[in-house]
């Protein structure tokens, strides 16, 4: 069974970083690319980041670009997102997301996790 | 950078059909994806490859492209059906993945 689990939001002063994990399970972590998307409370989703199986390809939002690093350990079946210089709109549910190929860039994702909540406010 | 444009509210009797639109540029050239979300729930695929149905979703949801233009079309909409669906897809270059705005489908 595919499970991801992220951790590592919380509320956090505007300026400060933030370091999101995701950890999966139930696959074959090194075949397939991975995905950060948020939800702002009451809005629509938002893809964040990408990055293919190997690291070699990676993506961002323009909204996040230059503030937010996505990176993976596949040794650790892990993914992360560090979040640096956030900001108030950065507020929103995160979500870590399974693509189905291993490649990021057409956005196919088989499987969520039920994500975590960065909350940015003074 | 890359959009992708839906109506943000369709409204649809009991058992009748709905059809969600997305509208961009790039969609000749690159797949669309649909996913459900109820509230409080994370996102449902429900549609890939422009119309492919994953396993386990029912046969009433279908998806086409046309141009410029993927639909979401539910046949026979029923109680459960109702949620917000977003379209998702990438620019031309695959640099940005994309969602579209959502739309709140609402069953009367």
């Known amino acids: 069974e595919v499970q991801l689990v992220e951790s590592g939001g919380g509320l956090v002063q505007p300026g400060r970083s933030l370091r999101l994990s995701c950890a999966a399970s139930g696959f074959t972590f090194d075949d397939y690319a991975m995905h950060w998307v948020r939800q702002a409370p009451g809005k629509g989703l938002e893809w964040v980041s990408g990055i293919s199986w190997n690291s070699g390809s990676i993506g961002y939002a323009d909204s996040v670009k230059g503030r937010f690093t996505i990176s993976r350990d596949n040794a650790k079946n892990s993914l992360y997102l560090q979040m640096n210089s956030l900001r108030a709109e950065d507020t929103a549910l995160y979500y870590c997301a399974k693509d189905a190929r291993d490649d990021y860039g057409e956005g196919y994702f088989d499987y969520w996790g039920q994500g975590t909540l960065v909350t940015v406010s003074s | 950078s890359y959009e992708l444009t839906q109506p943000p509210s369709v409204s649809v009797s009991l058992g009748q059909m709905a059809r969600i639109t997305c509208s961009g540029e790039a969609l000749p050239k690159k797949y669309a994806y649909w996913y459900q979300q109820k509230p409080g729930q994370f996102p449902v695929l429900v549609i890939y490859?422009?119309?492919e149905r994953p396993s386990g979703i029912p046969e009433r949801f279908s998806g086409s492209s046309s141009g410029t233009i993927v639909t979401l079309t539910i046949s026979g909409v029923q109680a459960e059906d109702e949620a917000d669906y977003y379209c998702?897809?990438?620019?031309?270059?695959?640099?940005?993945?994309?969602f579209g705005g959502g739309t709140k489908l609402t069953v009367l």
């Open positions: 490859k422009d119309s």
């Open positions: 998702l897809s990438a620019d031309s270059s695959g640099t940005y993945v994309v």
